[in-house]
């Protein structure tokens, strides 16, 4: 059996679910400043064992996140090709870091008032990008180990504090075969 909410807390949800039934969603302005996250096209050597032998995608990744990393070399991409594309499923290895402010402040949202901690870098209305997510590749296993490493100590103190992060999350290769 469950705990059986207080008044106050009922009071609260209540307060708000009113305030956020009551919340106008404000009309976008035509010709309004829109943030612009330009793609590249870059080529990903593929790492996975199952994969053949010298196999490359062209995918697109972020221009201000490769940017942020150091650039196409610190990454080991290289410039588009004639690659194809990723088959899908495909997830290629990245490396993401969230930049966060120094002092993370209590605000309230929009629609329902309720308070929340913001720990991103900027203010709410500053349009500042603060996630960064880019692909990651080498030749081997170790080549990447030692990418990732130096990128990580080259961007620690660039991450704004405690609760900044960066963290690698590895390629994900599907293999599917048909019955044909």
């Given amino acids: 059996m469950g705990r ?6 009922l009071e609260e949800q209540l307060k708000y679910a009113k305030a956020r039934e009551a919340y106008k969603r404000p009309l976008r302005e035509e010709g309004a400043v829109t943030q612009r996250q330009p793609k ?18 062209t ?4 221009k201000k996140s490769i940017e942020f990393f150091g650039g196409n070399a610190a990454l080991g991409l290289a410039a588009e090709g004639t690659d194809p594309k990723a088959s899908k499923g495909f997830k290629p290895a990245r490396i993401l870091a969230m930049v966060s402010d120094s002092s993370p402040a209590v605000i309230r ?8 901690i913001r720990y991103g870098a900027g203010n709410i209305n500053s ?5 960064y997510t880019a692909p990651i590749t ?43």
């Fill in 127 to 131: 349009g500042a990008q603060y996630n």
């Fill in 59 to 62: 995918i697109q990744a972020s």
């Fill in 109 to 116: 949202a929009k629609g329902s008032n309720r308070p929340y």
């Fill in 40 to 57: 590249i096209a870059v080529k990903y050597a593929v790492l996975s064992t199952l994969a053949q032998a010298d196999e490359a995608f």
């Fill in 138 to 180: 080498a030749d081997t296993p170790a080549n990447l180990k030692g990418k990732v490493t130096g990128i990580v100590t080259a961007k620690k103190g660039s991450l704004g504090g405690a609760y900044g992060r960066i963290w690698f999350e590895p390629e994900d290769y599907p293999f599917t075969a048909s019955g044909e």
């Fill in 4 to 9: 059986r909410k207080s008044a106050r807390q």
